[in-house]
């Protein structure tokens, strides 16, 4: 057998005659390291198999909606550490953060032309929430009009 150095954990192994490619040793933590980088690769090279791993992973979502609500109830600790950081994120944003909801206000907007302007990429928003600014280019207010006399 061929004594090789695992491309993981940089140890000595011995290679399997049979895969004459082999270069993870046979440790579960070289071998989940070498699927992930497999699968990696294979998502970014190959859409279908991209777009099958995002079916899979939204059936298994709505199968089990509650999945983070359980866990979260079950982890305190996890859910303090992720309102902790969130809280860090939102305090490092020079933007708002946009939310599902936030105003009761009804804003009625006069119709015109608007201009729609992306803020930036580093907002955050839920829901894919698309964040603009509308300002009114110009706007007239309905005047009375002249009718000319004959």
Not at 20 to 29: N, T
Not at 60 to 66: E, Y
Request: proline share 6%; net charge positive.
């Amino acid at each position: 057998m061929q004594t090789k150095r695992c491309l993981a954990c940089n140890q000595e192994f011995q290679a399997r005659p049979q895969v004459s490619q082999q270069v993870y040793c046979s440790a579960p933590d070289c071998q989940r390291e070498r699927r992930r980088l497999w699968q990696l690769n294979k998502r970014q090279t190959d859409p279908d198999y991209l777009e099958n791993q995002m079916r899979a992973q939204q059936s298994w979502s709505n199968s089990h909606p509650d999945y983070w609500k359980d866990y979260r109830a079950r982890h305190p600790e996890y859910a303090d550490k992720n309102r902790i950081q969130q809280r860090k994120r939102n305090k490092n944003q020079k933007e708002k953060i946009a939310k599902m909801d936030v105003s009761d206000q009804v804003l009625a907007l006069p119709s015109g032309i608007y201009r729609l302007k992306p803020i930036s990429n580093s907002e955050i928003a839920k829901m894919a929430t698309l964040i603009v600014e509308i300002r009114v280019i110009s706007y007239l207010p309905e005047q009375p009009r002249k009718i000319a006399k004959r």
